[in-house]
């Protein structure tokens, strides 16, 4: 049995999220905000973030698969669920649970490059740093930590924990 380890509580995560909310709602309020989060970890976050938003906002979800199972990403990376919306013109911010080698959004950051979007940013609950492997631009964090295998808050261990409230990390 793994044990759990709390590192954030939902308050912590809550208040945070206010503040992520706040500052997206003042540096797109001009702008014609698409939020697109990443399946199916961000699910979470997303629903609160999008509800502390005060700017009108429109949202759709992709879906990214790496191949093979493994607590990392591979490294093989396809999107098994586009976006939806038309986002020719739009602002997008695409919205993360968590950044560790920093594989996926390198992959997601190029991918969106070649849709037609005025502006694509990239706003994370977590940048998780020890594993870095590939340089990425995270425009909006919500924590950074070192290390961990985190759990909760939308994040899950082979498609379990994601419905706790608090995000915890676990020791194997
Ligand atoms: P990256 O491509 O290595 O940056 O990994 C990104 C993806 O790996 C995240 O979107 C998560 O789905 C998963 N992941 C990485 N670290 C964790 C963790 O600590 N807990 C749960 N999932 C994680
Ligand atoms: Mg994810």
């Known amino acids: ?99 560790d080698t920093g594989t996926t959004l390198a992959w997601l950051t190029e991918k969106f490059k070649e849709k037609k979007a005025a502006s694509v940013r990239i706003c994370s609950l977590i940048d998780k740093q020890e594993r870095r492997e590939r340089e990425v631009r995270i425009d909006y964090v919500g924590f950074t930590l070192q290390q961990g295998f985190l759990v909760g808050y939308g994040l899950d261990y082979a498609e379990q924990h994601r419905s706790l409230p608090d995000i915890y990390s676990l020791q194997f």
């Open 1 to 99: 049995m793994a044990v759990r380890q709390l590192v954030l509580s939902s308050r912590q995560i809550r208040d945070r999220v206010a503040e992520l909310a706040q500052q997206i709602s003042a540096d797109y309020a001009d702008r014609n905000l698409v939020m697109i989060g990443v399946l199916n970890g961000a699910f979470i976050f997303l629903a609160d973030l999008a509800r502390a938003v005060t700017i009108p906002h429109q949202i759709d979800f992709i879906r990214v698969a790496s191949y093979g199972q493994s607590a990392t990403s591979s490294g093989t990376i396809r999107l098994a669920k586009d976006a939806e919306i038309d986002l020719d013109g739009r602002d997008v911010l695409l919205v993360e649970d968590i950044v």
